[in-house]
């Protein structure tokens, strides 16, 4: 980068004592302008010969500025253009905005992967949706989430451009709408490559009924507008109700029909004919949403460019792959006939067609009527969207080694018999440079400086050559100072964001992950609730002070996830508030936790807690983040955990509980009841939820809580989830962790360095390598 031209470009756009939205958007702009022919070159590149789009409801891309000039190598050089020119502090970045198009594991995986792509020099693109007001900006008032609107954009958004002479139009039954896309570039690191995301904004076709306004329907006139903008307005609409749900397929179809319209575009402008498209393009399911591209391309090849159904179908099954993320049935969408029907009849139609193909193939196969009947896509009056979208797709794939198998012993088990040579493993994975070269500065450079180089950041395997210092004194102690630092850190950014006060010098145990029961954020809870009755009643004598770290957010109308922060937050209250335990016990619920605030808890983590259900989990990569930083892993036998001990040795990290081949023994006579009956300390604990203890302010959810895990529900048995099984178990690991950390502070960091320097497998740009070799065919 040239420093002076840089430099007059950014006084070109600041005016005297600009605030920092200020000099972020004239930063952002100036490097937009500098590189846009270089991204102009990898979009001609990418076109030119076959690529790969990867379409995701959301990608959880967190703030663009600090990460996009570490990629280009720059970040250091515009730090200090900034300081010595204007005065301007780069770290003040922080207060800018995250963009919140994105929930939880599903889309920072996405955004992830495309950063890994644009490194490898890898044809890939992003589509997805620019939602105006993202998830949803979370508060916590008297322990109780609250939500309130994300207008993430509304300062501006520097890091995209808006490509009207590429909108498209999408209909639906009486509705059609523009589809507008804004492109963010994804720059890769140490190379040229420039990947797009392209996110699809949905506007109307005319803003305003003049005509109508003038009759003085004023709420009419603006309808159009109104009923337009809601399709891109939020993250995943509440749809507990029927309108609920068909906003949410508006979604699924507006970005899957706009980006498939976009594809055909441009290859047919390319090549002049859709002959040659699966030659060209491979396109990506990121999980089911994205699952009614596979109709939606065949009508766009059937009803715009002549091809027969039979043609159209042959073509799809040769374009898409599909991942699947979950072994959860309810996760696993169904859409009503009814509905699909009433907002896309064509669509509906050729959804028939596909089942009714299914169907034929298999009896040429000589599969059996009941099995036939299982794999059907429509089943009932629901459509089954993972069946289709796994009869309909080249490969198949899992996301770490356990959930891959589950697939083929469980959930997709009859699709697997029938069709195993289109499944595969492709275990998760994150990028190494915003995931420890931008949130954890100070443990990079001590890599860079024992590695003789920073290679590792295209190449994360290279850590494995710095297990040489694992017995290393002083590099262990450079190791614990650095880690100090930035819990001193994370503690001043809770104060200030958070008001509470917390004591680095305290072991910091961190659970961040979306808010679910089989997640068992109060597996957690409950832990903590048994860890303070030992201390009352002395069976707890020698406890490590530690912190306890929660963040998380849970959907607005899922009413457990929401008693389980509650409940939290009442542990929390009454471990600070007993003199016996304030300075032994710290429970603290951080407020809005997403990408940012997970650079800061990543890097100042000791324990990772990774506590889900065995068999639940399809993969994690809030694991591999943490690991990456030096966290041990507290945590069961599952998802990728399983392949982080296998890398880094259970030695090194503490597993607990059930496994599956466990549970599988194990659930049929599980009774919780009797464990609860039988085990004083797991009674007292859960009974916490019922006898006072905590308060949920009347609302009745504590006690529908306790229900659930000794009664059950209409849809589950009871403590499905199993947290009493657990329990036990888990409190021993805990307090073993804790134990060893406090006796030999060297020993423990040894635990955590080689965690360290084991991560390499983890890197997406290994997953990223995989699929494009794989599944892709691309190069």
């Known amino acids: 980068m040239d420093k002076n031209v840089f430099k007059e470009k950014i006084a070109e756009k600041l005016k005297a004592q600009p605030s920092v939205t200020e000099v972020h958007n004239a930063v952002g702009e100036t490097v937009m302008d500098m590189y846009s022919q270089q991204w102009l070159n990898s979009r001609e590149k990418h076109l030119s010969g076959r690529r790969a789009a990867y379409l995701s409801m959301e990608f959880l891309v967190g703030r663009a500025v600090q990460n996009n000039l570490l990629c280009l190598g720059i970040y250091d050089e515009v730090a200090e253009v900034l300081k010595n020119d204007f005065g301007f502090d780069i770290a003040s970045f922080e207060e800018i905005e995250d963009a919140a198009l994105g929930n939880g594991g599903l889309g920072r995986l996405a955004a992830c992967f495309l950063d890994s792509a644009a490194t490898l020099d890898l044809p890939l693109d992003g589509y997805g949706i620019r939602y105006k007001y993202g998830l949803f900006k979370q508060s916590i008032v008297d322990g109780f989430q609250r939500e309130e609107a994300d207008d993430w954009s509304r300062n501006g958004d520097p890091w995209s451009a808006r490509c009207d002479k590429d909108a498209v139009l999408v209909e639906f039954s009486g509705q059609t709408v523009r589809a507008v896309p804004y492109d963010m570039p994804i720059f890769g690191c140490k190379t040229d490559n420039i990947g797009t995301l392209r996110l699809w904004q949905a506007e109307p076709i005319k803003e305003f009924d003049f005509d109508t306004f003038n009759r003085q329907n004023y709420l009419e006139a603006s309808k159009e507008k109104i009923f337009a903008e809601d399709i891109s307005r939020v993250l995943y609409p509440n749809d507990d109700t029927d309108e609920g749900k068909k906003l949410r397929l508006k979604q699924q179809y507006f970005f899957s029909c706009a980006s498939l319209t976009d594809i055909i575009r441009k290859h047919k402008a390319r090549f002049g004919t859709l002959e040659n498209l699966s030659d060209y393009i491979s396109v990506q399911l990121n999980d089911t949403h994205p699952v009614i591209s596979i109709p939606e391309l065949i009508r766009q090849l059937v009803d715009g460019e002549g091809y027969s159904f039979e043609k159209a179908l042959e073509t799809a099954k040769k374009v898409f792959n599909y991942t699947n993320h979950t072994v959860m049935q309810e996760a696993l969408e169904k859409w009503s006939c009814r509905l699909v029907e009433e907002l896309l009849p064509r669509i509906y139609e050729i959804i028939i067609m596909i089942n009714e193909s299914l169907i034929s193939e298999l009896y040429t196969k000589d599969v059996q009527k009941d099995k036939i009947a299982a794999l059907k896509i429509i089943k009932g009056d629901l459509i089954h969207m993972a069946d289709m979208a796994v009869y309909a797709s080249s490969h198949v794939n899992g996301v770490a080694e356990i959930h891959t198998q589950i697939l083929k012993d469980t959930v997709l088990s009859d699709w697997y018999s029938i069709y195993p040579e289109r499944f595969l493993n492709e275990t998760n994975g994150i990028t190494q440079r915003r995931w420890l070269g931008l949130c954890n500065r100070e443990l990079a450079a001590l890599i860079t400086e024992l590695l003789g180089t920073d290679g590792w950041l295209t190449d994360l395997d290279m850590l494995k050559e710095l297990e040489r210092f694992a017995d290393d004194a002083s590099v262990l102690r450079r190791f614990i100072r650095i880690k100090q630092g930035k819990k001193a850190e994370l503690a001043d950014f809770i104060k200030a964001h958070d008001g509470i006060e917390v004591n680095p010098d305290t072991v910091f145990d961190i659970q961040i992950k979306r808010l679910h029961e089989y997640k068992r954020q109060l597996l957690n809870a409950f832990s903590i609730l048994w860890l303070y009755y030992g201390i009352k009643d002395g069976s707890i004598t020698d406890l490590t002070p530690t912190?306890?770290?929660?963040?998380?957010?849970?959907?607005?109308?899922?009413?457990?996830?929401?008693?389980?922060?509650?409940?939290?937050?009442?542990?929390?209250?009454?471990?600070?508030?007993?003199?016996?335990?304030?300075?032994?016990?710290?429970?603290?619920?951080?407020?809005?936790?997403?990408?940012?605030?997970?650079?800061?808890?990543?890097?100042?983590?000791?324990?990772?807690?990774?506590?889900?259900?065995?068999?639940?989990?399809?993969?994690?990569?809030?694991?591999?983040?943490?690991?990456?930083?030096?966290?041990?892993?507290?945590?069961?036998?599952?998802?990728?955990?399983?392949?982080?001990?296998?890398?880094?040795?259970?030695?090194?990290?503490?597993?607990?509980?059930?496994?599956?081949?466990?549970?599988?023994?194990?659930?049929?006579?599980?009774?919780?009841?009797?464990?609860?009956?039988?085990?004083?300390?797991?009674?007292?604990?859960?009974?916490?939820?019922?006898?006072?203890?905590?308060?949920?302010?009347?609302?009745?959810?504590?006690?529908?809580?306790?229900?659930?895990?000794?009664?059950?529900?209409?849809?589950?048995?009871?403590?499905?989830?199993?947290?009493?099984?657990?329990?036990?178990?888990y409190v021993k690991a805990k307090l073993r962790c804790c134990k060893d950390y406090n006796a030999d502070r060297l020993a423990f960091a040894r635990k955590q360095w080689l965690n360290m320097c084991n991560a390499g497998k983890f890197s997406s740009d290994r997953t990223i390598a995989d699929y494009a070799e794989n599944i892709w065919g691309i190069k």
Not at 577 to 593: E, G, I, M
């Open 547 to 729: 912190t306890f770290v929660f963040g998380a957010k849970s959907a607005p109308g899922y009413r457990r996830a929401k008693a389980i922060i509650k409940f939290i937050n009442e542990v929390g209250r009454i471990v600070s508030s007993d003199p016996d335990t304030a300075d032994l016990l710290k429970v603290v619920f951080v407020q809005n936790y997403n990408v940012s605030y997970a650079e800061k808890l990543v890097a100042a983590a000791d324990i990772s807690e990774q506590i889900s259900t065995a068999g639940t989990e399809a993969s994690g990569t809030g694991n591999m983040k943490l690991m990456l930083n030096g966290a041990v892993t507290l945590g069961t036998y599952d998802g990728a955990n399983i392949e982080i001990v296998q890398e880094a040795g259970e030695e090194n990290n503490y597993i607990f509980g059930a496994r599956v081949e466990d549970l599988e023994k194990i659930v049929p006579d599980y009774d919780s009841r009797s464990l609860f009956a039988g085990n004083d300390k797991i009674r007292r604990v859960v009974s916490a939820l019922i006898d006072g203890t905590v308060s949920d302010g009347g609302s009745g959810d504590f006690r529908e809580l306790y229900t659930s895990l000794l009664d059950g529900a209409s849809w589950h048995k009871p403590d499905h989830y199993f947290l009493l099984g657990d329990l036990e178990s």
